[in-house]
């Protein structure tokens, strides 16, 4: 890619041009401020800077270490850093060529990535992101699309966002955000595709379409791993998981692996349903986990004149959380009430969160309170224990 430097920018000539030199490290500063658009750090930061020089006419070259042949965002790089490099005075032209990394520097940058560690990074002391799980007792309460607008309400509140499907068997969160492309792989480490300001990885990223995931538990279990130690999340504020219905293979699995992740219990206001996702606290009970509240989804449906109508019966929520909270031994309260709203169904078919398409429906703002009841203490060290060494003189 040629560019030329915006005539606004004052062109030094003669004794007032900067030295080569010093042109060379103006635009190596300037590159700090192009960020790779999937691992979301500056490209000097990563080592994709290959080369950068000056020549005597004033045309500065530039080269640029994609991850891969067919990096999907070479064109948007090669764009940020033309126009990153032609705010530096004294040049006349600008020229970016980019090639991919080689075996080596994809390993060297996995290695800078993991920061020397193969590890779940969300386990680590010191880890500032909350997890929540969301479960629920049965299928067909909505689990999944309260999950993924409660994810695109965190983002669109300026979190930093990631969602695992867990769902292994009934994947969806790809279809929900509208997502079609696959993870980008740098070495063994995957760059998760990003929809609606959210990171989003899923078994269904891999698989044809119309293809079944016939798996056990064991392969489930790693699949869960992978996702958690072998994507490079980055900095999160918040990470949420879709688990499939009930207390099985994959819900037991979530708890071992990651054992700081917080429940959140989705269930309907009909009895039924709220007697199921009762089971959910003896998983809890036994595992040891938190249970963060209780999501009563399908809480009555708004009819024209104004009038709600209790279709799934009402009180189910507030029997779930009571339960619950004897299950625990601890206070559980219900986040929220989100009422039968066709145009969430809608949102989640056409991969758009209502959320996102319709935010101040009160069907938007009633998961918008969920998302931020979750997330109301803002991220810190304090009440963390922290690994701790006295030193002796």
């Known amino acids: 890619m040629t560019t030329t430097p915006d005539p606004s920018t004052p062109e030094r000539s003669g004794a007032e041009q900067p030295g080569a030199d010093e042109r060379v490290d103006r635009i190596h500063e300037a590159l700090t401020g192009v960020i790779d658009p999937e691992i979301h750090r500056p490209i000097t930061e990563l080592g994709m800077v290959g080369s950068v020089a000056v020549d005597e006419d004033g045309t500065a070259r530039v080269h640029v270490l994609v991850t891969i042949e067919g990096c999907p965002m070479r064109d948007r790089i090669e764009r940020d850093t033309a126009e990153a490099t032609a705010t530096v005075p004294g040049l006349s032209r600008v020229e970016v060529t980019t090639s991919a990394m080689t075996e080596e520097q994809r390993r060297e940058l996995t290695a800078r990535l993991r920061q020397g560690r193969r590890q779940i990074p969300f386990n680590q002391p010191g880890s500032l992101t909350r997890v929540f799980a969301i479960s629920s007792g049965k299928g067909g309460v909505g689990k999944s699309t309260v999950t993924a607008n409660l994810a695109a309400a965190m983002a669109a509140d300026g979190l930093r966002v990631g969602v695992i499907d867990a769902d292994i068997h009934g994947f969806s969160m790809p279809g929900m955000f509208g997502i079609t492309e696959k993870p980008t792989k740098v070495s063994d480490l995957l760059m998760p595709p990003v929809g609606h300001g959210v990171a989003v990885m899923s078994i269904g990223m891999f698989v044809p379409e119309g293809q079944a995931v016939v798996w056990r538990g064991p392969k489930m279990h790693r699949a869960i791993e992978q996702f958690a130690s072998d994507v490079f999340w980055g900095d999160l504020d918040v990470l949420l998981l879709d688990l499939p219905p009930g207390t099985g293979d994959v819900a037991i699995s979530v708890a071992q692996l ?6 959140v219990v989705v269930t309907t206001p009909q009895q039924s349903a709220a007697s199921v996702a009762e089971r959910v606290g003896s998983l809890a009970a036994s595992t040891e986990q938190e249970i963060a509240g209780v999501v ?9 004149d104004g009038s709600v109508m209790d279709v799934f019966g009402s009180g189910g929520g507030d029997r779930v959380a009571s339960t619950l909270a004897e299950a625990v031994d601890a206070p559980v309260g219900v986040l929220g009430r989100v009422g039968l709203d066709p145009a969430l169904r809608e949102g989640a078919d056409s991969g758009v969160p209502l959320v996102v398409s319709q935010p101040d429906s009160p069907t938007s703002l009633a ?3 969920v998302a931020r009841s979750l997330v109301r203490t803002p991220r810190g060290l304090g009440g963390m224990k922290l690994p701790l060494t006295v030193a002796r003189h």
């Open 367 to 369: 998961l918008k309170a």
């Open 296 to 304: 009563e989804n399908m809480a009555g449906l708004t009819l024209p």
């Open 258 to 263: 990651l054992p700081g992740a917080k429940m």
